[in-house]
């Protein structure tokens, strides 16, 4: 069966409205290597979106997995638990940043985990009010779409959104953004839209994802928290892509001097596997009542089982220390290229959480166009790239952290190849 019967396929029997990036149909894969069924091989710069943090079919996380199949799959904790759910949970409250006294919940995605760290703000504070920020990614459900700020194509045709949702502008120097200008938004928003004493919860992400991995400020986070603390408001980390190893740190607010009073986690926590949840001050997890959180398939122990040997992988591999020399060396060598490729307008992330800006050469505004082409470019090479940022004009990298340095270099190659054709091409 070739790509093109896949894709006709594809298109007659699923929602137009679940995109791709790709025309690549897998056939297996490999740590960061994937084969397409006629046998190309790929080097993945995508990593599922920053899930497979531990590589694809790590044999750690795949031995798991067959140990727990051969128990039982599926019960429903809520009708009969089970230990590996309750001894991931102590294992999160005690990784997680914050020195109080946790509980967590499990459910199956990130949207799921975020929409239940706003409901137990709800109700741990009596209040309706939920403050993000522009260009954050938050969910594809109706309060995810409410949170996030971005609205083509997460928003465009679904009508009225979720109510008292708020928004102001997120911290972005290169496009003029100061910390200073947020927090005078912010300080106006109280003033003319909803007064701070009716505010649940502020929800951020310590670097955005989606919208084109800008990494929070210090002096931001650390007002944050000083606000929060005042008006007796939640503050929740979306660590969902930042999470387990990404940043150079088992969780990314590990490199600020403040903590979350909630953290939601999911894509990299389960090497693939569908598991997401929320971590946080036990007082807020437990202000809802008995019934209230959870879900059919909510820490499933397929999942919980994978998700012990993740944890595993990234302290034995050392995989924070990795994620930091691998990103070191792929921005060093996007940064050696700035002079032959005058689009690139920034290079930045905190691990191997790394992102390329391009601008057109001749001026600060964005060029998607540019970015557009280099992803394509690089595919013919067969290099797995994403882009994204609110203008489309961000590459960000995501290779998992236990990439082979050969495959390493040999990905970092095709991609210079890439930046030095499509840069070449645009000066013509």
């Known amino acids: 069966m070739t790509a093109n019967n896949l894709a006709g396929r594809r298109s007659a029997a699923i929602a137009k409205g679940v995109g791709v990036t790709t025309q690549i149909y897998a056939e297996r894969a490999e740590n960061a290597e994937i084969w397409d069924a006629q046998g190309q091989r790929y080097i993945d710069f995508a990593a599922g979106i920053a899930v497979v943090n531990t590589g694809h079919r790590h044999p750690r996380v795949i031995e798991a997995v067959k140990a727990q199949l051969d128990k039982f799959t599926h019960t429903c904790h809520q009708v009969v638990p089970y230990e590996n759910y309750v001894a991931l949970a102590e294992r999160l409250n005690r990784l997680v940043p914050g020195d109080f006294a946790k509980k967590t919940v499990f459910v199956t995605t990130g949207a799921e985990a975020v929409e239940n760290a706003v409901k137990m703000a709800r109700a741990a504070t009596g209040r309706q009010g939920v403050i993000a920020f522009n260009g954050a990614f938050h969910g594809r459900t109706f309060l995810g779409m409410a949170l996030t700020g971005k609205v083509v194509p997460y928003k465009t045709g679904f009508g009225s959104l979720v109510g008292d949702v708020y928004r102001v502008p997120y911290p972005m120097e290169l496009h003029g953004i100061s910390v200073e200008q947020t927090l005078t938004a912010l300080g106006q928003l109280f003033k003319a839209d909803i007064e701070p004493s009716r505010v649940a919860a502020i929800i951020l992400e310590p670097v955005q ?206 991609l210079e190849e890439a930046l030095l054709n499509v840069a070449a091409r645009e000066a013509i």
């Open 209 to 414: 994802g989606e919208g084109g991995f800008y990494p929070a400020p210090p002096t931001l986070m650390k007002a944050l928290r000083e606000i929060a603390d005042r008006y007796g408001i939640v503050l929740i980390a979306d660590e969902i892509q930042t999470g387990f190893a990404r940043t150079g740190k088992l969780f990314a607010m590990e490199h600020y001097d403040v903590v979350p009073d909630l953290t939601t986690v999911a894509k990299g926590l389960a090497g693939g596997f569908p598991l997401a949840g929320v971590v946080g001050r036990a007082e807020i997890v437990d202000a809802a009542q008995p019934g209230g959180l959870g879900g059919t398939f909510g820490g499933n122990p397929v999942a919980i089982a994978a998700a012990h040997a993740v944890l595993d992988v990234i302290e034995e591999e050392k995989l924070s220390e990795r994620a930091i020399i691998l990103g070191n060396r792929l921005k060093q060598r996007l940064n050696t290229l700035r002079a032959r490729v005058p689009q690139i307008a920034d290079v930045r992330g905190p691990g191997l959480m790394v992102a390329v800006e391009f601008n057109h050469a001749d001026s600060w505004e964005p060029n998607p166009d540019f970015t557009a082409a280099v992803r394509l470019d690089a595919l013919e090479r067969n290099l797995i790239l994403l882009t994204c940022g609110v203008h489309g004009n961000v590459i960000r990298f995501l290779p998992p952290l236990t990439i082979q340095d050969a495959v390493f270099n040999e990905a970092l190659d095709r």
